[in-house]
């Protein structure tokens, strides 16, 4: 990444603009402003190129809470001047969802869901052409339900699956399907995979992660208003999804997946397990247990960032 900086400080123009963060809409570029509505941004009234430009790496996950935790805790890892309690909403205006800039860092909440995190996503893909970044990387760090493993255990997706385990994202376009690939970036998560295994507490896997649109029917469990199967139809379901790869199940890992692949985007989903599906499907651990587990994603992602900022050799 150092390298391609490098590049793009010199003149060799078309090397940057390769590098730069693209949109897939032949439209965006004849708008006279373009309002990131739900960000509460606007290409007319905030200059994104001075305020987002420098940004290498962005974060991304469901809770407000956490990802504005998660700022604070990567301003001390990177231990950069000022104080982390006082770093600054961004979308302040907006109460749909939260963002922070920390150094080369963005930190934002994108809600629960396709939908949710759909809308995030192209606002923010936007704001990083908007303004030019180049070479980013996107990470979205989540919690999940374990098909098969320990509560804890942190999942690094190799491939983002539907309900029926195809690594496809389902989009209604004008009343027609369009089928996305969800294909990410296989050295990424390999890279991940080995900073875990440089950190202490941190137990990680690489595995598929089925996304579904429903927490409760949507990931088979026997606990919501409504069940419309038995408990063998349940394990019977896990146990097709264990077999084909599948370790962990959420809610946006498809669409992150194939919006990041369409537009040329690096990404990676890491997960951290809660509970095991095969043994339950209430959340029974307690609040500090929770909270110390949705560290583990953020703390693994720290470790990849300061390596790639050259404070950690
Ligand atoms: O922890 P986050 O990032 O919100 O992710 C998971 O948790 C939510 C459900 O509790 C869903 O959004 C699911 O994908
Ligand atoms: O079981 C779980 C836990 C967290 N998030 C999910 O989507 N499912």
């Known amino acids: 990444m150092v390298s391609i900086l490098l590049n793009c400080m010199g003149n060799d123009n078309n090397e940057c603009i390769k590098h730069q963060v693209q949109v897939k809409n032949p439209y965006l570029h004849t708008m006279e402003e373009d309002i990131l509505y739900h960000f509460n941004l606007s290409t007319k009234t905030h200059n994104l190129p001075e305020m987002f430009g420098d940004t290498k790496f962005v974060c991304v996950g ?12 990567i301003h001390q890892e990177l231990k950069l001047p000022g104080n982390p309690e006082e770093i600054r909403d961004i979308c302040e205006g907006s109460d749909r969802y939260c963002m922070y800039k920390v150094g080369p860092v963005l930190s934002i909440s994108h809600g629960m869901g396709v939908p949710s995190i ?13 303004a030019q970044c180049r070479d ?16 804890g255990t942190v999942v690094i997706t190799d491939k983002a699956v539907d309900y029926s385990f195809r690594p496809q994202f389902e ?5 027609k399907v369009i089928t996305r690939s969800t294909e990410l970036d296989e050295g990424l998560a390999s890279e991940l995979l080995q900073c875990s295994s440089e950190l202490q507490n941190i137990p990680a896997v690489i595995g598929n992660t089925m996304c579904t649109h429903d927490f409760y029917e949507g990931q088979g469990r026997l606990d919501g208003a409504l069940c419309s199967f038995s408990h063998g139809e349940k394990m019977e379901y896990l146990r097709k999804a264990y077999e084909a790869g599948v370790r962990n199940i959420e809610m946006e890992s498809t669409v992150f997946a194939a919006m990041c692949h369409v537009c040329g985007l690096k990404a990676a989903v890491i997960c951290v397990v809660l509970l095991d ?6 959340i029974t651990s307690s609040h500090d247990v929770l909270l110390e587990y949705q560290q583990r994603p953020q703390i693994l992602v720290s470790h990849f960032i300061k390596k790639h900022l050259g404070l950690i050799v």
């Open 277 to 282: 599906r095969f043994e339950g499907d209430q």
């Open 62 to 73: 469901g809770s407000m809470n956490r990802m504005k935790a998660f700022s604070q805790f």
């Open 171 to 175: 989009q209604v376009v004008l009343g």
């Open 118 to 130: 759909s809308i995030m996503l192209h606002e923010l893909i936007k704001l990083l052409h908007h």
């Open 136 to 151: 980013v990387v996107l990470f979205r760090l989540g919690t999940s339900g374990g098909v098969g493993l320990a509560a």
